[in-house]
Each structure stands twice: as C-alpha cells, then as structure tokens.
C-alpha cells in the first residue's frame, strides 16, 4: 500500500466536518475502550497480565533471529512450508506465484494487516483470481474500494446506510434502512457460497509458537475457522515480530489481547493450527505455506529507542482510547497502521520524513500507554520521533524543520538559560507584543503565529513577574 | 546463502549482533524460565486433570454461567434420558431435516440417533473408513453445509471463559460444530477445566510427548460480529445459535 502520510492535515480536517463520520467513531470510545476498561476492571491479576506479556515480548524480540530459526524449523517439520519475505513486494508475488502453481480461482481472506502492507487482496483480484474479503468489516470496506479505518473494526466508520447500499443489490434510495441484523445475514448468505467454492485462504497470524510451529488465529465471525477448514491450500502471513516462544505463553497473550481489543474476556474462535490436516481429516488445507515479512521492520529492531514499538500485538487499545484518533479518524494517518502505535511504526516503515505530522499529532496525554496490554510507551517514542524531525538525528535528512525554525528555538533556549536573560526576555517581548493586545490577550497575529490565534486566544506576559512582585513585597516588609 | 539464512543474519545484525545468540546462554534473569522443561510440564498437566475431577461441581458451576454470558443456551441433564429429550427437542424446534454429529463417545451413550431420527430428521455421522480421496472430501464439506445441526461432545471445557474446546481429528470434522445453522455440544462432568492457562499446559505437555493434535478450536458462543455500527449481531460465518448441554451423571 503506498502511503499517503502527508496528507495528513487534509484528511484530519476532512473527518472533522464529517457529522455522520464524528457519530460513527463514537462507537470506538463507548464500545470497545469501555468494554476494555470494564474488562480489565473485571480481572484481578490485570496488571500481572501486562507485566507479564511485556516479559514475553521484551525477550522474543531480543531474541527475535533465534526465535524465527525454531519457528521455521518447526513448520517445516509439521509438514509446512515457510517463506521468508524481505519486503511486501516479495511476499505479495511468492503469494501469486503458489496460487499460479496451484490453479487456484477463489480465494478467501481473512483480517490481516500485514496483508494490506501488500494490498494483497487487489494484487490478487487483478491477477484475476476471485479474492473476497470475509470479515464482514473488511468485506465492506473492500465492496466501497477503500482502506481499513481501525485494526480490528475496519468499518467502524460506516453507517447503516452506507453499508445497505454497499450489501443490497435490490437498495434503492429512500428504501427503509435495513438494519444490522438483516444486512449481517445478507452478508452471510453471499459469503457461504464464497466459502464453498474457495480453493485457497489467505490469514493473517495472532501469534506464531515457535517451540511447535502452531499458529493461533484469533476471530468472532468465525471466517479465521472456514479459511482453515474449506479450502485446500492455505497461506497464513505475518510481521517477524509476531512470535511466541512457548504454547504456554498463548493463555497470558490471549487474555490480553482480546480483553484489550473488544473487552469480551475470550473472542467466540480461537484457532489453533499446527500445519496442514491431519491424515486422518476429511476436512482442512492440504497445504500450509507461512509466509514471514521484514518490510521495514528491522529498522525498528535495530533502534534501540523505537524497538518496543515491535512488542506489539495489534489489539487496538491504544487507537480506541486516543483523544486525536477518535476525531481524526483512520484514513488520515495515511498508511496501513493508524492511530498511537501507527504514528510510531508508519513513519519508520514509510519514511519520516512525509510521515513528520504523525507523531506530532498526539496531546502526549498518556492514554495509549495507560491502555496497552504490554505496556508499550507510546508517548516516549512520539517525542523520540518529534525530536528527530526538529533537530534530525544520526540522519539529518529526516529534519522537516526550518532554519528559521531552528534558530528561534536556538535563541529561546540560550534565553532561558540565565536568570538575567530569562527576564530581559520576558520584558522586551510584553514590550513588543503590548501594542496588539488587548487585557493582556492576543486575538489576531500576523502569520505564522496565525495558525494558533485563528483557534484560540494567546496570552501575553505580564507587566511584570511574580519574582519581581514577591521581592518587591520582601523588601516593604523589611522596611 | 538462501533467502531464510538472509533473512536471519539480517535480523542478526539488527539486533547488533553478528551470530545468533541462543537465550539459555544468557545469565539474565529472562532467560531460564520461558521454556519448561517437560518433568514441570508433566506436573502441570496432571495437577489441571487433577483439579478438573476434585473440583468438578464448582468447574461445572462456574462453566454454565459464563457459557451462558457468552450466548451459549445452558441446559443441564439429571441423566442420559434427559440430554436425549433435550436434542430431540431443539431439533424439533428447529424443523431439522438434516443432523450431523461427531464420533464422541457421550453421544452413543445418551442415545443421540434415536432420540434425532425418531423426530424424523436424517443423521449422519463425521466419520470416514478407508482412504480419502477428492469425492469423499466434497460430499463432507456439502454434508456439513447442508446439515440443519451439529452435535459433537466436548474434548475439554473452559470454566474461565465458559468455552468448548474440540480437537478436529477422524470423528470429529471441523464443519461439525461451524457450517450448520445450530451447534449443540454435550459436556460431561470431569471435562471442564479451571482456565486457560490449564488448558495451554494440558497442550504443552501433549507437544513435548508427542500428541499434540493437529489442529484446536477454542468455542465460546455463536459466532458474531459487531462491525456495522458497533451493534453486535449473533450469527455470521458459524452457527447462529449454539446449545451447552450439561449431563450431570454418568
């Protein structure tokens, strides 16, 4: 998916005016970060969970080289086939290239995000297999030609209406708006047919166990269950990070994972799957080929600053409890992942440097930390970031600043370095700015300061300080 | 060196390393206590067993009452004769022409076929003889979505979380209890296990003897969906309703 990072501002100016969008994220706040923060409530041992699933990361991802190794291994020994990506390119045509070999014609998909680094549905529609998406979410974002809006809700953006007009074919406008349980057995009635007469599944991966080779598919639909079932090959992705060592560790990252994501303390499915069918199974995949991609993801890895970003395991707490995300919206974050999380890994997996207004696009309130289950700091690695593109870092080319930019911060930091500087400066800018302000406010600047006065008032400095005033006052009462 | 010894070595050089570095090597505080050994493993598999048969009436409890949170209709059985009249009921209920079931061994002992043929319905069971070929895999699959019902037994359940969990294997299909219409699982009393955390034991004991099974669905109600505006809607991909009978007694 090509990213489109800098339009940023547009896009998040767009959601703002949208009344029926702004209704439709409510949903985010009062359903899933409610659910989460009920569930949590719920469980005791909630933060011996996180700690625990942070043990877990923390060390797979030290370890992540040696881990892969037993992963594949493992795979192989099940009888399945592993496929090492370097990038979405490479994947999305190994993916092409089996379902050629293959003579596949329908193709069912299941949620993956690191699919959608390779637009892989598209990809595969246009070399003209049948490819349908089977999340219901994901299905309807793919009939209205766009791009996931959450994680784990990619419709969530979408009203009734929209959806009906997407599902019936017989809608016409005006009609009475069915409602979601009437297009929720639309959908399944065209999905069925879909899955009888797939011959191949694409999934993404919630955790892989590397001591087994076992993959662990996560779902409420039960769409993750059919793409193991019904087809005859199936081909599961995932981001090199998302690795557990021990099947044990799947009861700690489970619980935290769907509590975080929905709030539900399990998810209706959880699919467990060691390879292809068994040899005594009428039913499952003849086949099963992992596919494993890099795509950017060593550049976090080898960041010591940015690496716990790669402890994530996509729940979307972190979106659904953001003050920005829940008014700007997915599609402004401009790339596969949106939101906290997304304005860390997008701009190291897309480049900085037109992704510079993500990490600048947080209040630092804290609340994507608060919310993640493996206790990720977000708010550290956004100003890691807006450290970087202010001042650059070991690449200079990821400065976005000015010069001019830069100089004035130069000047206001040797201004508040010294006690006598501090208040000269604080006198000669109430001098400058007295003229234009009225008790004390400024209502209108000139550009650039503008962009601040045009939303809120500016206030200047005082006439004088609190110090001068207080030592003034010790010295008529000495007197 | 091919694409995974690539792979690999640039993840190796990542990390800030030039050789991989095996964990157990390490004398840090993280390094010993991510893999059990299987002496533990054991013991910890035999101590969830354990548990499951001592503490079985309050496993069953606490099991009925978070099936039930989870969208499971709860029924309990006194006695075979019971969980008998209780399917023949739903099926009944539910006008089936056409009920599949697994080869779980609660299912003879109630009198399942009976009690389904007797309301007229036709039954067939997941099971296959002789050697699998491409027509036997396209009547299963066109058997599990035509059925009206799905009865299976139960090869664990979860008290935590009020789940069922099958381990797909000859007998048992995996369309069984996720293409028809209505699910209906029968449980019997020492199957239910504390929580998850039993059960992922239970497997890791089985993978390091060697019995892990192939495959493993964790159920937890009907299968639901809640992305048109947040409104959550009970049957999409899987069963739309889903049955826990409870047989008290043996």
Redesign the interface.
């Known amino acids: 998916m090509k990213p489109l990072t800098l339009n940023f501002r547009n896009k998040a100016a767009e959601t703002m005016g949208d009344k029926q969008v702004q209704q439709?994220l409510e949903?985010v706040y009062?359903?899933f970060f409610k659910g989460r923060l009920e569930a949590a409530g719920d469980t005791p041992e909630w933060e011996e969970l996180r700690d625990k699933g942070k043990?877990?990361k923390?060390?797979t991802i030290?370890?992540?080289?040696?881990y892969?190794?037993m992963l594949?291994d493992n795979v192989e020994k099940n009888g399945g086939s592993?496929?090492?990506a370097?990038n979405a390119d490479e994947a999305r045509q190994h993916i092409i290239d089996l379902a050629h070999a293959r003579n596949i014609k329908t193709i069912i998909k299941s949620k993956s995000m690191v699919s959608e680094e390779m637009a892989l549905a598209e990809s595969l529609n246009d070399e003209g297999f049948e490819t349908v998406e089977?999340?219901?979410?994901e299905y309807?974002i793919q009939l209205a030609g766009e791009t996931p809006y959450h994680l784990i809700?990619?419709?969530?953006h979408?009203?009734?209406l929209e959806?009906a007009e997407l599902l019936d074919d017989n809608y016409k406008s005006g009609d009475r708006v069915p409602?979601?349980?009437e297009?929720?057995?639309m959908?399944?009635e065209k999905?069925?047919g879909v899955?009888?007469r797939a011959d191949m599944s694409v999934t993404g991966v919630n955790f892989a166990v590397a001591?087994?080779g076992?993959i662990a598919l996560v779902t409420?639909?039960?769409?993750g269950?059919?793409s193991?079932?019904?087809p005859r090959v199936h081909v599961a992705v995932m981001g090199?990070e998302k690795i557990v060592?021990?099947?044990?560790d799947?009861?700690t990252m489970?619980?935290i994972l769907i509590r975080s994501a929905?709030g539900q303390?399990?998810?209706?499915?959880?699919?467990?799957?060691?390879?292809a069918?068994?040899s005594?199974?009428?039913?499952?995949p003849e086949e099963f080929h992992l596919v494993?991609m890099?795509n950017g993801r060593?550049?976090l890895?080898?960041d010591p600053q940015l690496r716990e970003s790669l402890n994530c395991i996509r729940c979307g707490a972190c979106l659904n409890a953001c003050p920005v995300y829940r008014k700007v919206g997915g599609h402004a974050y401009g790339w596969v992942y949106p939101g906290p999380i997304g304005s860390i890994v997008t701009p190291v997996m897309t480049g900085l440097k037109d992704a510079h207004n993500l990490p600048a696009a947080s209040s630092l309130c804290g609340a994507c930390l608060d919310a993640c289950p493996v206790k990720i700091n977000i708010p550290r690695m956004l100003l890691e970031l807006r450290h970087r593109t202010a001042e650059g870092s070991a690449d200079t080319a990821e400065r976005t600043s000015s010069k001019a930019e830069r100089g004035i911060w130069k000047l206001w930091r040797a201004g508040m370095m010294g006690r006598k500087r501090f208040d000269l400066g604080a006198r000669l800018s109430w001098l400058l700015l007295r003229p234009m302000a009225k008790n004390g406010w400024l209502k209108k600047t000139p550009p650039p300061i503008s962009r601040w006065t045009s939303t809120r008032d500016f206030p200047i400095m005082a006439s004088s300080s609190l110090r001068s005033k207080l030592s003034k006052r010790t010295k008529k009462a000495k007197s | 060196m091919t694409d995974r010894e690539k792979f690999i070595s640039n993840v190796t050089a990542s990390l800030g390393r030039s050789t991989v570095l095996v964990p157990s090597d390490e004398s840090g505080t993280d390094s010993t206590a991510i893999f059990e050994d299987a002496a533990t493993a054991k013991s910890h598999a035999d101590r969830a067993m354990s548990y499951a048969s001592e503490r079985s009436t309050e496993l069953i409890d606490r099991m009925a009452n978070m099936a039930a949170v989870n969208g499971w209709k709860v029924h309990r059985a006194g006695n075979p004769e019971d969980a008998a009249d209780l399917i023949a009921d739903i099926s009944e209920q539910k006008g089936a022409k056409s009920v599949l079931r697994s080869t779980h061994e609660v299912l003879t002992e109630i009198g399942v076929d009976s009690a389904v043929t007797n309301t007229g319905a036709t039954l067939g069971v997941t099971e296959h003889s002789g050697s699998i070929d491409a027509n036997k895999i396209e009547q299963a699959k066109s058997d599990a979505f035509t059925a009206d019902i799905g009865i299976t037994g139960v090869d664990y359940a979860i008290a935590e979380t009020g789940t069922v969990v099958l381990h797909p294997r000859s007998g048992l299909s995996r369309l069984v209890s996720l293409a028809p219409p209505t699910h209906i699982a029968v449980l019997r009393p020492n199957e239910v296990l504390d929580s998850l955390t039993e059960l992922f034991a239970m497997e890791r004991n089985d993978y390091l003897s060697g019995d892990l099974a192939g495959s493993m669905n964790l159920i937890s109600g009907p299968s639901k969906t809640a992305d048109i505006e947040g409104t959550t809607v009970t049957g999409i991909h899987g069963p739309l309703e889903v049955h826990l009978i409870i047989l008290e007694n043996r």
């Open positions: 439709s949903h009062t359903g043990a877990i923390d060390h030290a370890h992540l080289d040696y892969l190794g594949a592993v496929y090492f370097e089977t999340d219901l979410g309807i809700a990619p419709a969530v979408k009203s009734r959806v409602d979601a349980t297009l929720t057995m959908a399944r999905l069925r899955f009888a001591e087994s076992s409420n639909e039960g769409n269950r059919m193991t079932t019904v090199m060592p021990s099947i044990q799947l009861s489970l619980r929905t303390r399990i998810s209706t499915y959880v699919t467990m799957v060691n390879g069918r068994a005594d199974e009428e039913e499952g494993i890099n060593q550049n890895l080898a």
